[in-house]
């Protein structure tokens, strides 16, 4: 079984930094990609950013598009994401995930998941 485990979320003020990591139990470059997505409260889990093994090609939501920024240590087994610039409306438990699947930008393509770090944007 694939562990995900999740640490770096925090409380921030707005136009704040953080920087989130993911390390997985076992090669992340087993899989097809790794993928960050975040759910608000009673809000549908959202994607975020994602990032694809074979090449390292990245994907973005729009809103995060200049202010987030993917990235992986296949040494390390990790996956981190660069936040920058934060906004209250970021705040959300934000979820690492390994896909098998090709659309990385699709929840069901994603089978293993971590437990999640809460990021809270102060206004």
């Known amino acids: 079984q694939v562990q995900l485990i999740e640490s770096g979320g925090a409380l921030v003020q707005a136009g704040g930094s953080l920087r989130l990591s993911c390390t997985a139990s076992?090669?992340?470059?087993?899989?097809?990609?790794m993928g960050w997505f975040r759910q608000a409260p009673g809000v549908e889990r959202e994607f975020v950013a994602a990032i694809r093994s074979s090449d390292a090609n990245t994907y973005y939501r729009h809103s995060v598009k200049g202010r987030f920024t993917i990235s992986r240590d296949n040494a390390q087994n990790m996956v981190t994401l660069q936040m920058n610039s934060l906004k209250p409306e970021d705040t959300a438990v934000y979820f690492c995930?390994?896909?098998?699947?090709?659309?990385?930008?699709?929840?069901?393509?994603?089978?293993?998941w971590g437990q999640g770090t809460q990021v809270t944007v102060s206004s």
């Open positions: 995930a390994a896909a098998r699947g090709w659309m990385l930008t699709t929840m069901s393509q994603y089978e293993y």
């Open positions: 076992q090669r992340t470059s087993s899989f097809y990609g």
